[in-house]
C-alpha cells in the first residue's frame, strides 16, 4: 500500500503545521514505545514547492513558539568532506576515477555510523529543539541511504520528534513489509524500514 504523498499544496502545510505545534506530538504520546520517527513522503516531481513548504512550516512553527532544526544531509556531507580537506580533492579527481571507486571511497569518508550520526548529534547539541527535520535525502544518494540514517539515529533522537521529508513513497504491503522507495521508481533499490509513522497517517 502506497501511503499519501505531499505535493506542496496549502493542504498539506496545514495538515503537517497542525499536526507538529500539537502538544500531543510534540510529547511523543500514543506511540506505542516507537522512536518519534516520521516520514512525510513526496513527490519528488514537486521538489521545488517542498522546500518551500518546509521554509513556510519552519516560520509558521516559530511563529506559535516551536523551534525547528534543519539538519540537511547534502549541506552536512560538503561540511564533512571540506573540513576533512577531501572536498577539493574529490572536485579535482572525480573524472579520474571509476564510479564505484568513487561512491566506496565517499561512502567511507561519510559513514553513517561513525561520521555522520555524531555529526547529526552535534548539531543537536548546539542548541534546544522542539522538532528536528531532516532534508536532502534524495541529494546525497547513492552515498547515504536513508535506512541506515534512520536505524543508526534511533539511539540518538529519541527524546524530540524527528520528521524525515523523502523524495518518493513511503510504502506497505503484506509480503514485503515496508519499504523507502527513494524517488517512487522500482527499479530503484527499495530500503526496508518500518518503524516509522506516515505523517499524512498521523491525525490531530
Known amino acids: ?18 499536526l507538529i505545534s500539537n502538544t500531543r506530538f510534540l510529547k511523543k504520546q500514543g506511540l506505542g514505545n516507537e522512536v518519534p520517527f516520521f516520514i512525510c513522503p513526496y513527490d519528488p516531481k514537486q521538489a521545488v514547492p ?4 518546509i521554509k513556510q512550516l519552519s516560520n509558521k512553527l516559530a511563529q506559535k513558539g516551536i523551534s525547528v532544526l534543519e539538519v540537511n544531509l ?3 556531507s560538503i561540511e564533512i568532506l571540506d573540513k576533512n ?9 572525480e573524472h579520474e576515477l571509476p564510479k564505484a571507486k568513487l561512491m566506496e571511497d565517499i561512502q567511507g569518508v561519510l559513514d553513517t555510523k561513525e561520521t555522520l550520526i555524531p555529526a ?9 529543539f522542539d522538532v528536528m527535520f531532516l532534508t536532502g535525502i534524495g541529494e ?7 535506512h541506515n540514517v534512520l ?8 527524546e524530540q520528534p524527528t520528521v524525515m521529508f523523502f523524495s518518493g ?13 527513494l524517488f517512487a521508481r522500482p527499479s530503484l533499490q527499495h530500503d526496508k524500514y518500518y518503524r516509522a509513522f506516515n505523517i499524512f497517517d498521523c491525525e490531530v
Open 1 to 18: 500500500m502506497v501511503g499519501m504523498m505531499a505535493t506542496g499544496s496549502h493542504d498539506d502545510l496545514q495538515h503537517l503545521l497542525n
Open 50 to 53: 517542498i522546500t518551500s513548504l
Open 74 to 76: 547534502y549541506d552536512l
Open 85 to 93: 580537506g577531501d572536498l577539493d580533492w574529490y572536485l579535482k579527481h
Open 120 to 128: 547529526i548529534a552535534k548539531k543537536m547539541s548546539e542548541r534546544d
Open 140 to 146: 546525497v544518494f547513492p552515498f547515504i541511504r536513508s
Open 151 to 158: 536505524n543508526n539515529l534511533q539511539s540518538t533522537a529519541k
Open 169 to 181: 513513497a513511503y510504502t506497505h504491503s503484506a509480503e514485503k513489509g515496508a519499504s523507502l522507495d
